[in-house]
């Protein structure tokens, strides 16, 4: 099974829309590993968003994302990165397709509610860079059967 990270912006904490984004993941199929709570440091915000670091909004950025404590969260399944990427729409929510969760919940490009990875390779130095091995839970629950199919 393929792990993305997601993280639930304070624009999701603030506005009480945890639940509902974790219901819509949990509907799909797809699997949380693991899930914490934290406060994000400048330090950790730009090796996160180091490729966003020269660009003139990114003190918003730093102040957008260290408004409240964010909620990170990894989620398995198969494809799971590109499906969690198609589930969270297009960056700017007011852009982003009805039924995604930036189109539903986000009038915004900087206030879109979640960030999501965008790669396996993104997937994997993200999950690093949030959690230690022992915070994550590789475990099959009994309905995987019922969730993809024998040969999938
Ligand atoms: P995504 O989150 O869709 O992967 P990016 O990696 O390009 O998009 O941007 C990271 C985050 O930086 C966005 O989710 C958004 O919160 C913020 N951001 C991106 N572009 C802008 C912008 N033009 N103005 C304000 N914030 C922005």
Redesign the pocket.
Known sequence: MEQTLVIF?PSAIERGLVGEIVARFERKGLIISAMKMMNLSEELLREH?A??TD?P?FP??LS?MTASPVIVMILSGKEAISVVRLM?G???GRQAAPGTIRGDFAMS????VI??S?SPEDAAAEIKRFFSPGEIYDYRPVAMKYINGPSE
Do not use: D, G, R
């Open positions: 912006k968003y490729h966003l660009k909004f918003e950025i957008s969270t297009a960056t700017n490009n900087q206030e879109n960030h999501a965008s």
